[in-house]
């Protein structure tokens, strides 16, 4: 009882409409693949995790929805705000919290949906350096033609990763990409092209 | 084909108030309050709460204040509230054999241990209308008090269990997280989880009518009341936070197990099978009436034919529920006006060629 | 961890477990006026209080395989001290202050200081009454209890 105490940081300043606003943002986001989003909610992170992406898991995530953690760190906070369990194997989680994505686990050890439920499937909640305005192409649903855009701190190999699991639809995973207080989001739907 | 139909608000709106004005009714009589309807109409509240799938005493006594009494209304009320809440969780298996018993009785053993206890019951009232009640009633006097019941009270089947006389009751492996009616479509086939909580929000008529016609016939049985009990329980749920379990109160639950004879199988020797009913608050009828219906849901398990209405889950657990049953049947109120024009008009034209030779018959 | 230290743990999750029960049953008019006699300490809510719904579920004749019964309110929040003791309160129903009261305590019976005070006059006591009240009702109850005497039938 008297074992040293580490305090928690606070969850959503006010979880009921906060996480409200940050899941209609989410909505929007993935309706619209690669646009950039600002959080509206201040959210204190604990490390390592950014504050979208800390802000995003308490929206998302609660008791029946594994997490896995590529980093240790956020799990009592994590666990107290939203009640989800933590998993060791990517492939059990339904949200995945990724804060260095030059290590992290190939796309295809997240679990991808069954064909008679595609929605049973992770979502990769990553947090890269930063967001430009070159290098990718982005189309598919919810694109009028082509978005430009940027993503700084993904390693060489993702995109074709990505290409492959395009390859599995309608299986696959989604991902939100995070860069400090902002993200977008790539449902499973969108194809990415270096150019 | 549905159409929407627009227009009406106004008249809508008048009929709102007209609703509040009828519910609340001859303003010379004294408001009732939502205490009094929780504390004075608890049988009523149990129903609700059971159905409405929420335990929740002063929100099952709000519903039926609001619905005026109308317990299949007041049900959707709070089954319509309980959506607005989050899900925190779930609790740990509700312990029946630690409850605080205030009513115990078997139909299959007079001398059990802890005793037949009748606790309040209308079983033995003789059915005639109190007058006093209607002249507000008269103090009553404080119910008598014996030396209080063994802490532990064994349940029955576990009696019998121990000769190996009944069929074992236990977890299957790894005691897996049932499916939840709440979250997911009911599909078939239904496992036990899933049939007994279909059952345990069922409407309590349906219920009935469908455990009645087992005795009379319509599914053989054999049926004893093995026990029934009802009492409070803790109730325990583990906090992620603290990762051990606590109790965060009690509530009022109705137990029955149904016992029944069984003449084997293939795989199983003759012994006594099981019927299981529970029930939110005090609700013996609805606990016994389920107990029936499980133990007749469970003739495929059991290898016996199946023929009659309360063995067929599909037809069971597919009508069970008041809430769906009640819009479905009170949808047909709704305008149907552009459906019925093109029925009309159908009716009309086999009128013009009613009697008159088929084209086929022409020709021939 | 020796083996003296988590014997020390496991009886602080007891008496935890032991407390926690009480407040939860225990009146809010009860908890407030003893919660007046204590000064706070510096304190944050990390979880204001929340009402929500947990799942009952119960088992195949209450022992078998588990299913769901149907749900039941409950209200929950947490707080913490500076540093960084928590306190949690998970009531039934939908009493928000109810709640705050059993976290403020919670937090309260954790330092042993306090605790050598609160545990006899506050948890002691509640507990006596919470008891007795349950003691009554099981003496109406057995106040009820029958013998069924079966009578031969037919000849």
Redesign the interface.
């Given at each position: 009882m008297n074992a040293p105490h580490t305090p928690l940081l606070p969850g959503l300043p006010q979880p009921a409409p906060d996480s409200q606003r940050i899941f209609r943002q989410l909505l929007d986001a993935m309706a619209q693949p690669g646009r950039i989003h600002a959080l509206q909610v201040a959210v204190t992170a604990p490390a390592p995790l950014a504050p979208a992406a800390s802000a995003i898991a308490l929206t998302l995530c609660d008791y029946e929805t594994p997490v896995w953690l590529q980093s240790a760190g956020p799990e009592a906070w994590l666990r107290f705000h939203s009640g989800c369990p933590l998993v060791d194997d990517p492939g059990t989680a339904r949200f995945a919290l990724i804060d260095q994505p030059a290590s992290m686990p190939a796309l295809a050890a997240f679990a991808q949906g069954e064909a008679e439920y595609p929605d049973r499937s992770a979502t990769l909640i990553i947090q890269v350096s930063a967001f430009g305005e070159q290098g990718l192409v982005f189309a598919g649903p919810g694109i009028d033609g082509e978005t430009r855009l940027g993503v700084a701190g993904l390693p060489d190999q993702f995109w074709r990763d990505w290409q492959q699991s395009h390859g599995r639809f309608p299986l696959g995973v989604d991902l939100v990409l995070v860069a400090g207080t902002r993200f977008l989001c790539i449902p499973r739907t969108t194809t990415v092209r270096e150019g | 084909m549905y159409v929407a139909v627009k227009g009406g608000e106004t008249a809508i709106l008048n009929s709102y108030a007209l609703l509040a004005d009828a519910r609340r009714g001859d303003t010379d009589v004294p408001e009732l309050s939502v205490a009094q309807i929780r504390q004075q109409m608890r049988l009523a509240v149990a129903r609700v709460m059971s159905e409405g799938s929420l335990y929740d005493e002063d929100l099952a006594a709000l519903a039926i204040k609001q619905a005026a009494g109308d317990q299949v209304e007041a049900i959707f009320l709070l089954r319509a509230y309980r959506t607005t809440l989050p899900r925190f969780g779930y609790t740990l298996p509700v312990d029946t054999a630690r409850m605080g018993i205030r009513r115990r009785i078997s139909a299959t053993f007079k001398e059990l241990p802890g005793g037949q206890v009748l606790g309040p019951t209308y079983d033995y009232t003789q059915r005639l209308l109190d007058f006093t009640l209607l002249a507000n009633g008269v103090a009553t006097e404080p119910p008598a008090q014996a030396e209080a019941l063994p802490a532990d009270m064994p349940r029955v089947t576990d009696l019998l269990a121990g000769e190996g006389l009944i069929e074992p009751e236990t977890p299957p492996d790894g005691d897996p997280a049932p499916v939840d009616l709440s979250r997911e479509p009911l599909k078939f086939p239904a496992d036990r989880a899933t049939r007994l909580q279909n059952l345990a929000r069922a409407d309590e008529g349906f219920l009935l009518a469908l455990g009645y016609s087992t005795q009379r016939g319509y599914s053989h049985t054999h049926p004893f009341a093995g026990e029934i009990r009802m009492g409070e329980v803790a109730l325990e749920i583990v906090p992620e936070e603290l990762g051990f379990a606590i109790e965060i109160g009690d509530i009022t639950l109705t137990e029955c197990q149904m016992v029944n004879q069984f003449a084997g199988s293939s795989t199983a020797p003759p012994q006594f099978t099981r019927g299981y009913g529970l029930a939110f608050g005090e609700a013996e009828r609805k606990a016994m009436a389920m107990s029936l219906v499980d133990r007749s849901l469970r003739s495929q398990e059991l290898a016996e034919a199946i023929k009659s209405p309360a063995q067929q889950a599909e037809f069971v657990l597919s009508h069970s529920d008041s809430v769906e049953a009640s819009g479905f049947v009170q949808h047909l109120k709704l305008p149907h006006y552009v459906d019925f024009q093109s029925e009309l008009e159908l009716v009309r034209r086999m009128r013009a060629t009613h009697g008159q030779p088929t084209p086929e018959e022409e020709t021939a | 961890m020796s083996e003296q230290s988590g014997n020390?743990?496991v009886a602080?999750?007891a008496a935890?477990?032991r407390w926690?029960?009480v407040l939860?049953?225990a009146g809010v008019a009860e908890l407030e006026t003893q919660l007046a006699r204590h000064a706070l300490p510096a304190l944050?809510w990390?979880?204001?209080p929340?009402?929500?719904?947990?799942?009952?579920?119960?088992?195949?004749?209450?022992?078998?395989?588990?299913?769901?019964?149907?749900?039941?309110?409950?209200t929950?929040c947490?707080v913490?001290d500076?540093?960084?003791?928590?306190g949690?309160g998970?009531?039934?129903?939908?009493d928000s202050r109810h709640a705050e009261l059993v976290a403020l305590f919670d937090l309260l019976l954790?330092d042993?200081t306090r605790q050598a005070d609160l545990l006899p006059g506050l948890i002691a006591p509640l507990a006596a009454r919470q008891a007795a009240a349950?003691?009554?009702?099981?003496?109406?109850?057995?106040?009820?209890?029958?013998?069924?005497f079966?009578l031969a039938r037919g000849d």
């Open positions: - | - | 020390r743990e602080a999750q935890r477990q926690l029960a939860a049953r944050s990390l979880r204001r929340e009402s929500g719904l947990m799942m009952v579920r119960a088992r195949a004749g209450g022992t078998g395989q588990q299913y769901n019964q149907g749900e039941v309110s409950v929950r947490a913490q500076e540093t960084g003791r928590l949690v998970y009531v039934q129903g939908r954790q042993e349950r003691d009554k009702a099981s003496a109406q109850a057995a106040a009820t209890r029958v013998n069924f079966t």
